[in-house]
């Protein structure tokens, strides 16, 4: 029993020692996660949420009073921040199929993802409320 207390502490210490090292001596798959960003809507999580609020158009006003569904829609944020290939791929009805389409064209450039520092293209899907 002593022996495992002792092993198990060691790893412990071994683990903390090296999470300690320099970035330098990381394996370079690590190193590129490290060194890597997420695509992002400019300002963020949150006022994505406001701008496809904002930009949300329903069928009719029943539909705005009840949880009609969800689109989901897919795309590429391109190295300068465009957003490209926009397709749904889960849909709902041809009319809120469209409109999450739309709301996706609408948006503004995206601050694009980086690996290793430099720009690189991102596939997102992104579900849409309705």
Same mark, same amino acid.
């Given at each position: 029993m002593k022996s495992v207390a002792?092993?198990?502490?060691?790893?412990? &210490?071994? +683990?903390?020692?090296?999470? *300690?090292? #320099?970035?330098?001596?990381?394996?370079?798959? @690590?190193?590129?996660?490290? =060194?890597?960003?997420?695509?992002?809507?400019?300002?963020?999580?949150?006022?994505?949420?406001?701008?496809?609020?904002?930009?949300?158009?329903?069928?009719?006003?029943?539909?705005?009073?009840?949880?009609?569904?969800?689109?989901?829609?897919? &795309?590429? +944020?391109?190295?300068?921040? *465009?957003? #490209?290939?926009?397709?749904?791929?889960?849909? @709902?009805?041809?009319?809120? =199929?469209?409109?999450?389409?739309?709301?996706?064209?609408?948006?503004?450039?995206?601050?694009?993802?980086?690996?290793?520092?430099?720009?690189?293209?991102?596939?997102?899907?992104?579900?849409?409320k309705f």
């Amino acid at each position: 029993m002593k022996s495992v207390a002792l092993l198990l502490c060691f790893s412990f &210490f071994s +683990v903390v020692l090296w999470a *300690q090292k #320099d970035n330098e001596d990381l394996p370079e798959a @690590l190193k590129a996660r490290l =060194n890597s960003t997420q695509a992002e809507f400019p300002g963020g999580f949150e006022k994505m949420k406001k701008f496809i609020e904002k930009q949300k158009r329903y069928a009719n006003k029943s539909d705005e009073k009840f949880h009609v569904g969800v689109v989901a829609v897919s &795309f590429i +944020v391109e190295k300068d921040g *465009q957003l #490209d290939s926009v397709k749904v791929v889960q849909p @709902l009805t041809e009319y809120y =199929n469209n409109e999450s389409m739309r709301i996706i064209k609408a948006m503004p450039k995206w601050k694009p993802a980086t690996q290793n520092g430099k720009p690189a293209r991102t596939q997102f899907t992104f579900p849409i409320k309705f």
